[in-house]
């Protein structure tokens, strides 16, 4: 098949993540994917396969997961340690109809086992050290079965020892019912688990596909996202049928990222706004690791215009450009732009974009009756066939977000006369007498070149408080950072903490009402 015809499939048939190895293969069977680590599952494999081969083994999880039990239309939560073999053994287990369930490795035992209470007796594929984290929790009581990926654990089943099991025939699931579910990042409460459905998926792979269809070759995909997240599945998804290489990426180090980037020259990046600022300092590095990237993207958080500028200076190629796409994971990508050279550096962050034709509405609702501003501004919603199905087993939650065809984000922003929308803050993060949290972050980082990350919370007496911090956890210069702040009155003193204590989600936003709990409860000078 043609990439039109893919296409027009995927749009009739919904997006079915069980085949798209098998899809692909037949169309270029050598397309190469490259690691920069070992499958737990398959260590034999390698860290260099071609897409035929991936498709093999995901062929082949598929027959030992069936093997052990697993059946179309059931639950089948993943909790693992992070590595690509999360994203191939959710596609085995959706190969043969069962709903995957992706649960973050960073969540703690006492959420996960709460999780499995409302996924209500799903199986449970893990490895040998999350049982161990999940200890304290009745895991074969909540779970059945309990499947190790490997190794050998009283009780489960081991995956290994299924070796050379039967191949089955894929099962397809009805385009409206469920056949992926994720979850919230959990920053105000225990996370909310979101499904998904082929017609949902299907939605979100359009913005994306024609931009790639602009491209005038086949670039090298670099992958740096979190392995559980919807967007991993949309991302290689279209890398896949578009027949690109990829880059599969577990490690963040700066100093790995560029070697491994300079191994294999991407040609287009796709990673964590988080991950794209900690690699800021990479743009300096004498190997050039940037040099080959045109094209740099990011989903998840609006980025700061200072990393956006100093990536698109950093490569050396023509026409090289940041795509930004805001969206969450109830929604999918719902508005973006693209940042080039000339341009990137006077970015305003809070502008993240337009909605994208035959794609994602987007509408700003008065909050208090008076018509959305930039001075008064509005709650995002958003309307397409991209929305999530429901919250599993919160249906109550979800409808009290939903209205009619409008997803309410929880974002606030406003609308430019030429339709570009502006993201402020999260409603739940607004601070009184502060247009923009978000906004203040994104001019400071530009003055202040030795903060590496900076947080503006809402500290115990409704103030704003800036929690700073800096490479290698250097002590900040005041005189710096008063001169920095001198048009910002309604900021406290700054509190400064290792980056390495800011709690963060699977991926890497920063979680802000944890932050602001932990300062809420002391002084807000150092």
């Given at each position: 098949?043609?990439?039109?015809?893919?296409?027009?499939?995927?749009?009739?048939?919904?997006?079915?993540?069980?085949?798209?190895?098998?899809?692909?293969?037949?169309?270029?069977?050598?397309?190469?994917?490259?690691?920069?680590?070992?499958?737990?599952?398959?260590?034999?494999?390698?860290?260099?396969?071609?897409?035929?081969?991936?498709?093999?083994?995901?062929?082949?999880?598929?027959?030992?997961?069936?093997?052990?039990?697993?059946?179309?239309?059931?639950?089948?939560?993943?909790?693992?340690?992070?590595?690509?073999?999360?994203?191939?053994?959710?596609?085995?287990?959706?190969?043969?109809?069962?709903?995957?369930?992706?649960?973050?490795?960073?969540?703690?035992?006492?959420?996960?086992?709460?999780?499995?209470?409302?996924?209500?007796?799903?199986?449970?594929?893990?490895?040998?050290?999350?049982?161990?984290?999940?200890?304290?929790?009745?895991?074969?009581?909540?779970?059945?079965?309990?499947?190790?990926?490997?190794?050998?654990?009283?009780?489960?089943?081991?995956?290994?020892?299924?070796?050379?099991?039967?191949?089955?025939?894929?099962?397809?699931?009805?385009?409206?019912?469920?056949?992926?579910?994720?979850?919230?990042?959990?920053?105000?409460?225990?996370?909310?688990?979101?499904?998904?459905?082929?017609?949902?998926?299907?939605?979100?792979?359009?913005?994306?596909?024609?931009?790639?269809?602009?491209?005038?070759?086949?670039?090298?995909?670099?992958?740096?996202?979190?392995?559980?997240?919807?967007?991993?599945?949309?991302?290689?998804?279209?890398?896949?049928?578009?027949?690109?290489?990829?880059?599969?990426?577990?490690?963040?180090?700066?100093?790995?990222?560029?070697?491994?980037?300079?191994?294999?020259?991407?040609?287009?990046?796709?990673?964590?706004?988080?991950?794209?600022?900690?690699?800021?300092?990479?743009?300096?590095?004498?190997?050039?690791?940037?040099?080959?990237?045109?094209?740099?993207?990011?989903?998840?958080?609006?980025?700061?215009?200072?990393?956006?500028?100093?990536?698109?200076?950093?490569?050396?190629?023509?026409?090289?450009?940041?795509?930004?796409?805001?969206?969450?994971?109830?929604?999918?990508?719902?508005?973006?732009?693209?940042?080039?050279?000339?341009?990137?550096?006077r970015a305003d962050g809070r502008c993240v974009g337009w909605a994208m034709p035959g794609c994602a509405k987007v509408r700003v609702v008065s909050r208090d009756g008076s018509r959305p501003s930039e001075t008064n501004p509005g709650f995002i919603e958003v309307a397409w066939e991209g929305l999530a199905k429901t919250y599993l087993a919160e249906q109550d939650r979800y409808d009290a977000n939903r209205f009619g065809d409008w997803w309410r984000t929880?974002?606030?922003?406003?609308?430019?006369?030429?339709?570009?929308?502006?993201?402020?803050?999260?409603?739940?993060?607004?601070?009184?007498?502060?247009?923009?949290?978000?906004?203040?972050?994104?001019?400071?980082?530009?003055?202040?070149?030795?903060?590496?990350?900076?947080?503006?919370?809402?500290?115990?007496?409704?103030?704003?408080?800036?929690?700073i911090c800096t490479h290698d956890d250097r002590p900040v210069d005041q005189g710096r950072w008063r001169k920095a702040v001198a048009d910002f009155p309604q900021l406290a003193d700054p509190i400064q903490i290792p980056q390495a204590e800011l709690p963060r989600t699977a991926t890497l936003k920063v979680q802000r009402v944890a932050l602001a709990r932990r300062f809420g409860e002391q002084p807000t000078s150092n």
């Amino acid at each position: 098949m043609n990439g039109f015809t893919i296409w027009r499939s995927i749009r009739r048939r919904g997006l079915f993540l069980g085949t798209v190895p098998e899809t692909a293969a037949a169309r270029k069977s050598s397309t190469p994917l490259t690691l920069d680590h070992d499958l737990d599952v398959l260590p034999e494999a390698g860290r260099r396969l071609t897409v035929s081969e991936l498709a093999d083994h995901v062929d082949d999880l598929a027959g030992r997961l069936w093997s052990a039990g697993i059946r179309p239309g059931r639950h089948i939560a993943i909790y693992k340690a992070a590595n690509f073999d999360v994203w191939v053994l959710a596609t085995a287990a959706a190969r043969i109809g069962a709903v995957p369930v992706m649960l973050s490795p960073a969540l703690d035992g006492a959420t996960v086992g709460a999780l499995l209470r409302r996924l209500d007796q799903p199986a449970l594929l893990t490895d040998l050290h999350k049982l161990d984290a999940l200890a304290d929790v009745p895991v074969m009581d909540l779970a059945d079965p309990v499947i190790t990926v490997s190794g050998d654990r009283p009780g489960a089943v081991s995956l290994a020892g299924l070796a050379g099991a039967p191949r089955v025939e894929p099962v397809s699931r009805p385009k409206d019912e469920p056949a992926l579910i994720t979850h919230t990042s959990g920053t105000t409460g225990l996370p909310k688990l979101v499904v998904h459905t082929p017609r949902s998926m299907a939605a979100r792979l359009k913005p994306q596909w024609w931009l790639l269809s602009l491209m005038r070759k086949r670039e090298t995909v670099a992958i740096h996202i979190s392995f559980v997240h919807s967007r991993m599945f949309a991302a290689m998804a279209l890398a896949l049928l578009k027949e690109l290489p990829v880059l599969l990426m577990k490690e963040s180090d700066p100093d790995k990222v560029a070697a491994f980037f300079v191994e294999y020259r991407p040609g287009f990046i796709e990673a964590l706004p988080n991950s794209l600022m900690e690699w800021e300092c990479l743009t300096e590095d004498p190997r050039k690791p940037f040099a080959s990237v045109k094209y740099f993207s990011s989903t998840f958080d609006a980025i700061h215009p200072r990393t956006m500028s100093r990536l698109v200076d950093s490569s050396e190629r023509r026409g090289a450009l940041y795509f930004q796409i805001y969206g969450q994971s109830e929604v999918g990508p719902a508005v973006g732009r693209a940042y080039v050279r000339k341009s990137a550096h006077r970015a305003d962050g809070r502008c993240v974009g337009w909605a994208m034709p035959g794609c994602a509405k987007v509408r700003v609702v008065s909050r208090d009756g008076s018509r959305p501003s930039e001075t008064n501004p509005g709650f995002i919603e958003v309307a397409w066939e991209g929305l999530a199905k429901t919250y599993l087993a919160e249906q109550d939650r979800y409808d009290a977000n939903r209205f009619g065809d409008w997803w309410r984000t929880g974002d606030v922003g406003y609308r430019t006369r030429r339709g570009c929308l502006h993201m402020l803050d999260r409603e739940v993060d607004m601070i009184p007498g502060v247009r923009s949290a978000l906004e203040v972050e994104d001019v400071l980082l530009s003055r202040l070149e030795e903060l590496s990350e900076l947080v503006v919370v809402r500290g115990r007496k409704s103030e704003a408080v800036p929690v700073i911090c800096t490479h290698d956890d250097r002590p900040v210069d005041q005189g710096r950072w008063r001169k920095a702040v001198a048009d910002f009155p309604q900021l406290a003193d700054p509190i400064q903490i290792p980056q390495a204590e800011l709690p963060r989600t699977a991926t890497l936003k920063v979680q802000r009402v944890a932050l602001a709990r932990r300062f809420g409860e002391q002084p807000t000078s150092n």
